[in-house]
């Protein structure tokens, strides 16, 4: 936009020097910025792309955000499904403002573009007014030498030969939620909306991973404040909410000290929590305690402290909501009617696996994966409900050959995973039903794409599933699930779509439902509680 200012100088000269009169030199200024409103109006960073299908209606400057962003109630994958439909395709392509994107919908496209090229969907795109606001943070980073670094360096901390470690400070977290919804619910006499327990065993298990914090040893408003932080930089990550994000000439006009930007001050807020978490570890270390988490291998890699906050940013950001989400979801289908007998089954293959002895079941919970049934009920649940319906965008580092057109390097690459998760063509007629048993006898290595796909997945993907299978399996042990139907109760939403009351922006939330927890052998949690 500099060029217009430029130009705008040039013929304040013109006019000084006599080359033109007054009336000439406004002729060929208006006329100068009716070509640079036309081109931004019109232009994109690459030209459409030959033999793929475009999105209908796009608006000068704009393109096809209007729709988007949740502005009709829906969120982005939803409407992207929609015009996929429209068009008749699962590859088009459509202008997010200036930015031209590719959007692939069906679970075979995903597969061929991101495994099959995953080499050359390793970037992302410039998010702009949100990842120039933010320090060193992998998750959402434009790939670099220093990313993939600490992503090399993550992989290898979360790793399965470094779980056993992990497991005393899984442990007390897991405890502490099931002691909580036993006393709050007062064991099945009061209804109980469980999602704030879940979001804060799981925040209190990503605090024991990264920085081996608990969420108890910290001031109450300290936690709360992080994760309200951590949730406003959520909403905006990849989010298509704000026009200005997307459209060069609405930075030009509105600058950041106008709009407002609300991921500087969440993006100081985090750093200034991480950096207390960080001193805080560091001095328990100087002092002899040996403290086996993230942070303490990342060390050991040699990455610096910025580094070392950049890669524990990501497994903090994802954890409150993905993996507390998708246990909620789980929990409220297991609620709901069409789930209730199912608790029966679930426990009953617990007790099965483990020859009827509890103490062993819940001992093993987070060391292994035993229970057929609720590994597959829960990769069913990670399926069925996408918590991050169209996941992080892409772009390509090389041109890539593919149905006879060249998708250009640098352009944008958009997963529709909600879409994908409930593609007929690829888990049958019955894609759009929940099917618990879906993946008895099933072991693909890529059961859905609740975590993306290829050489960006998430890191934490297979620490997330054993989390996940971890408390479900505990909370089937210890309690028998009931919806509330007292007045004004609120009953589990478990449409496959529904399910979420936000629509703009990457991460899904679950509706909140009531629910009895009422113990399945009260003695015996109380004496699991006491340990």
Not at 125 to 152: N, V, W, Y
Request: glycine residues 6%; neutral net charge; hydrophobic residues 40%.
């Amino acid at each position: 936009m500099e060029s217009i200012v430029d130009n705008l100088d040039v013929g304040h000269v013109l006019v000084s020097k006599g080359f033109l009169s007054p009336s000439a030199a406004i002729t060929l200024i208006v006329g100068f910025l009716i070509y640079i409103l036309y081109k931004q109006a019109t232009q994109t960073d690459h030209p459409s792309v030959p033999h793929l299908p475009s999105a209908p209606n796009p608006i000068p400057f704009i393109g096809n955000l209007l729709p988007l962003g949740g502005r009709t109630h829906r969120n982005d994958s939803t409407v992207y499904s929609s015009w996929s439909r429209d068009l008749n395709t699962d590859l088009f392509q459509l202008r997010l403002g200036n930015q031209r994107t590719i959007v692939a919908s069906s679970f075979s496209t995903i597969k061929d573009l991101w495994i099959g090229h995953s080499n050359s969907l390793i970037d992302r795109p410039f998010q702009h007014g949100f990842a120039d606001k933010l320090q060193l943070d992998i998750s959402g980073a434009a790939m670099t030498e220093e990313i993939r670094r600490c992503r090399k360096a993550a992989m290898r901390a979360l790793g399965k030969p470094s779980w056993a470690g992990y497991y005393p400070l899984l442990e007390p977290s897991s405890v502490d939620l099931v002691g909580n919804v036993f006393r709050k619910g007062e064991n099945g006499a009061r209804k109980l909306e469980i999602y704030p327990y879940l979001r804060q065993v799981i925040f209190d298990l990503a605090l024991s991973l990264t920085y081996g914090a608990r969420q108890k040893d910290a001031d109450d408003q300290f936690v709360l404040t992080l994760i309200k932080n951590i949730n406003i930089i959520s909403k905006v990550r990849s989010s298509t909410q704000r026009f200005r994000d997307y459209v060069p000439i609405l930075r030009f006009l509105i600058p950041d000290a106008v709009s407002g930007n609300v991921v500087v001050t969440a993006e100081k807020i985090r750093q200034q929590h991480l950096d207390v978490l960080y001193a805080s570890l560091k001095k328990r270390i100087a002092e002899g305690e040996e403290v086996n988490c993230v942070i303490t291998g990342l060390v050991k890699d040699k990455l610096s402290e910025e580094e070392q906050h950049g890669t524990c940013k990501a497994l903090l950001q994802a954890a409150p909501d993905s993996t507390a989400s998708s246990v909620y979801i789980g929990i409220a289908w297991l609620c709901s009617p069409a789930g209730k007998e199912y608790q029966e089954d679930l426990c009953h293959a617990i007790l099965e696996a483990y020859d009827g002895n509890k103490d062993k079941a819940w001992e093993m919970a987070f060391r292994e994966e035993k229970v057929p049934l609720i590994v597959s009920f829960y990769k069913e649940t990670l399926r069925f409900w996408t918590a991050t319906p169209f996941a992080t965008p892409r772009t390509t580092v090389n041109d890539i050959q593919y149905r006879g057109t060249t998708i250009p390097k640098g352009i944008t690459m958009i997963m529709n995973a909600q879409e994908a998760n409930h593609d007929k063509s690829w888990y049958g007629e019955d894609a759009e039903t929940f099917n618990p048993k879906r993946f008895i006898n099933n072991d693909t290595s890529l059961p859905h794409l609740a975590f993306g796909a290829g050489s960006r997945i998430c890191p934490a993907a297979a620490l997330s599933n054993r989390i996940i299978y971890a408390l479900i399996l505990r909370l089937i042990l210890a309690f028998e699930m009931e919806e509330a139907n007292e007045p004004g109760a609120r009953k589990p939403n478990v449409d496959m779509l529904g399910f979420s009351d936000v629509h703009n922006s990457l991460v899904a939330r679950p509706r909140k439902f009531d629910c009895h927890y009422t113990a399945r052998d009260a003695e015996w949690l109380e004496s699991i509680m006491s340990k």
